[in-house]
T-cell receptor, first 115, second 106 residues
Framework: DTGVSQDPRHKITKRGQNVTFRCDPI?????LYWYRQTLGQGPEFLTY????????KSRLLSDRFSAERPKGSFSTLEIQRTEQGDSAMYLC?????????????FGPGTRLTVL | QKEVEQNSGPLSVPEGAIASLNCTYS??????FFWYRQYSGKSPELIMF????GDKEDGRFTAQLNKASQYVSLLIRDSQPSDSATYLC??????FGQGTTLQVKP
């Protein structure tokens, strides 16, 4: 257990439905990242926050995706009008900037299956 | 061209051998390099990071960086069956390669 938690761990939904995932980072970490990983591939960067500010979004993040980190603590990732191509593991990670040991800690992931 | 490239493998080595994992990256301005291990069904976990040219050793693991060649590698000495996993190379804001699957056979 890295201290980063994600909820739910698994989500099965029908195409066209909206889904929301939550990530709780390590409490003192100011940066929070979202990634998507499909089978046989490395994690793909989606977006990241520094405190409550969303600083960067990948081109992969279509307008159906939105992420928030309202108080600089937990974050949510919402996918609207899900498509089968959205089926993947969604990983959250957090780290504290300004430390010598620049480790990023990953949560266990949320596995999304779109039927 | 992918930003970070790895041979997907599988790389198979006998127990006790040295496993050598390689990664190339496209952005010559990249500053920081990471190796993650990912067991099947689990999240990535950091093994090593390296910022400067040369070698960095930590136990059985050695990371090697050559910025001129845009190449970073991971050596695992005395490979154990428990090292069998996918090894992910990552650069800067954590742009990941696709990973190399390592199989260590008893």
């Amino acid at each position: 257990d890295t201290g980063v938690s994600q909820d739910p761990r698994h989500k099965i939904t029908k195409r066209g439905q909206n889904v929301t995932f939550r990530c709780d980072p390590i409490s003192e970490h100011n940066r929070l990242y979202w990634y998507r990983q499909t089978l046989g591939q490395g994690p793909e960067f989606l977006t990241y926050f520094q405190n409550e500010a969303q600083l960067e979004k990948s081109r992969l993040l279509s307008d159906r995706f939105s992420a928030e980190r309202p108080k600089g603590s937990f974050s949510t990732l919402e996918i609207q009008r899900t498509e089968q191509g959205d089926s993947a593991m969604y990983l959250c990670a957090s780290r504290q900037t300004g430390t010598a040991y620049n480790e990023q800690f990953f949560g266990p992931g949320t596995r999304l299956t779109v039927l | 061209q992918k930003e970070v490239e790895q041979n997907s493998g599988p790389l198979s080595v006998p127990e006790g051998a040295i496993a050598s994992l390689n990664c190339t990256y496209s952005d010559r301005g990249s500053q920081s390099f990471f190796w993650y291990r990912q067991y099947s069904g689990k999240s990535p976990e950091l093994i090593m990071f390296i910022y400067s040219n040369g070698d960095k050793e930590d136990g059985r693991f050695t990371a090697q960086l050559n910025k001129a060649s845009q190449y970073v590698s991971l050596l695992i000495r005395d490979s154990q069956p428990s090292d069998s996993a996918t090894y992910l190379c990552a650069v800067d804001k954590l742009i990941f390669g696709q990973g190399t699957t390592l199989q260590v056979k008893p």
